[in-house]
């Protein structure tokens, strides 16, 4: 496994900040796309900063922007739904860590979605939802449609969301976020699974098994450090009285954290089963050592009536009636071929080889 690259970043004081600043690796051009509608109608607008003010709220609004590098139009964008320079910094800075809070009258959740991909490297990308009356802003690094379902559903009347406020969309898109934590957890879960049954098979080389242990506790702080926020916080959608969430939709959300609640336990479980894991490497190890020593022994212990035999014929006394044996040297040599297999077929037996 090639060894991780550690870098160091330089980070911004917001507090200091005169103007915005996208922090991220991916600087992709931002685009902004507003799906409107409602139980009749629906239409699609690309956003810019000429017609930032058609947007209107008689019906729902779904604001989709993708890449984060152009912080003036996202400004301009946040500024005209009353979203402070705090909350939008913290929208453009893909570290932040995860949150959910009130401000001015709307609610902003933070949050990173995690997904494995082709080459089973953990993948992590950076979201933020606003959710406002009529209105659902969603904030994402890349170009990537990670919510097409949902779209789908849209164009083609499926299930509710057509017949709902925003504030069903907003839970929508943070139940989408909470159902790939499961995914993602369960592919992790499945591979530790694996591992386990393979140290279990003391005969299979395990021979970069320990690097397999370490890149997937390294994913495993990295999906705690991300769901753990989000848990921890999520419950204040529940019990606290948001104007601008209907407490006909309080169901929904407390769906969506009960997935929540079961990706933090999947989590835990992960903790677990890693920890456990690393004990039966390292004991695996003692034993692999200790099956060595005791081959090593054995073979030792072969050679010792040998090298007993060697020794005696070895000495040099004048008087030894075997040297003057005809056949002494072949007599030797069958002797100690002797002695070698009968050790050998003993330990067998006693199965100690």
């Known amino acids: 496994m090639a060894k991780r690259k550690r870098t160091r970043t330089a980070r911004s004081n917001n507090l200091l900040l005169e103007h915005l600043i996208f922090q991220g690796s991916n600087a992709e051009q931002t685009s902004i796309e507003n799906i409107r509608f409602d139980h009749?109608?629906?239409?699609?607008?690309?956003?810019?900063a000429d017609n930032l003010n058609e947007i209107k709220s008689n019906r729902v609004n779904w604001i989709q922007v993708k890449g984060l590098s152009d912080t003036?139009?996202?400004g301009e964008l946040c500024e005209k739904f009353n979203l402070p320079t705090l909350s939008i910094q913290d929208i453009l800075n893909t570290r932040h860590i995860g949150k959910i809070e009130e401000v001015n009258g709307l609610v902003l959740a933070v949050i990173?979605?995690?997904?494995?991909n082709d080459e089973n490297e953990l993948r992590r990308e950076h979201f933020s939802f606003v959710l406002g009356k009529n209105i659902v802003i969603s904030?994402?690094?890349?170009?990537?449609n990670y919510f097409d379902i949902i779209e789908r559903a849209l164009e083609q009347q499926l299930g509710q969301v057509r017949h709902q406020q925003s504030d069903y969309l907003f839970n929508l898109l943070l139940s989408s976020v909470v159902d790939r934590y499961l995914e993602?957890?369960?592919?992790l879960q499945n591979s530790l699974l694996d591992m386990e049954d393979l140290l279990m098979e003391f005969k299979t080389d395990r021979s970069n098994i320990g690097q397999e242990i370490q890149r997937h506790r390294h994913d495993y702080l990295r999906l705690k450090r991300g769901i753990w926020p989000i848990k921890e916080q999520f419950n204040q959608l529940i019990l606290w009285e948001y104007p601008i969430i209907n407490k006909q939709n309080q169901i929904y959300f407390r769906d969506t954290n009960d997935h929540l609640q079961q990706a933090y336990m999947m989590v835990e479980g992960n903790?677990?089963?890693i920890a456990s894991l690393l004990d039966l490497y390292l004991a695996n190890n003692?034993?692999?050592m200790n099956h060595i020593m005791k081959q090593l022994?054995?073979?030792?212990?072969?050679f010792i009536p040998l090298t007993f035999l060697v020794g005696v014929w070895g000495m040099n006394f004048k008087f030894m009636p075997e040297l003057d044996w005809r056949y002494g040297y072949l007599f030797a040599w069958i002797a100690m071929l002797i002695a070698g297999v009968v050790s050998y077929i003993y330990f067998r037996r006693k199965k100690w080889y």
Request: hydrophobic letters at 35%; charged letters at 25%; proline letters at 0%.
């Open 297 to 302: 022994t054995v073979v030792s212990t072969i």
């Open 286 to 288: 003692d034993l692999r």
């Open 40 to 48: 009749e109608h629906l239409s699609r607008q690309t956003i810019t």
């Open 72 to 74: 003036a139009l996202i």
């Open 184 to 187: 993602t957890l369960e592919i």
């Open 271 to 273: 903790r677990e089963t």
């Open 112 to 116: 990173d979605m995690f997904s494995y």
């Open 139 to 144: 904030f994402q690094e890349s170009k990537t």
